[in-house]
């Protein structure tokens, strides 16, 4: 059974950095592609970044220039560098992932997408 676990979440002032991660265990097949979503109270599940083993990466409007998601394949670690963090960019963060293909011609930012799922980290952001 393919297993999650995020860390390095925490509360930091607007502006400031963030570096989560996301260690991967018992893949069943070296085809996937991973992403981080992202949830606020009464609010839905958003995808905020998705990687894919090519190093394919598709990003959220709202966090462009400012998110980074990296893929170590060889040690099944996602990462998220979170940079001029917002307010709004408080939540839990869950990574994600996803055996085989996806269509289309960058990895996918819906939650349908995604079979396996982290039990997520907080992040705060305080202005």
Known sequence: QTHL????GGSVQ????LRLSCAGS???SRIYYMGWFRQAPGKEREGVAA??????????DSVKGRFTISLDN???TLSLQMN?????????????L???????????LN??????????TQVSVSS
Do not use: H
Request: contains cysteine; hydrophobic residues 20%; aromatic residues 18%.
């Open 98 to 108: 996803n055996y085989g293909y996806y269509s289309g011609y960058l990895p996918p």
């Open 5 to 8: 676990v995020e860390s390095g």
């Open 111 to 120: 939650r349908g997408a995604f079979r396996y799922w982290g039990q997520g």
């Open 14 to 17: 607007a502006g400031g950095s």
């Open 74 to 76: 060889g040690e099944n």
């Open 26 to 28: 018992e893949f069943t």
């Open 84 to 96: 001029s963090l917002k307010p709004e960019d408080t939540a839990m963060y869950y990574c994600a």
């Open 51 to 60: 990687i894919d083993g090519r190093g394919s990466r598709n990003y959220a």
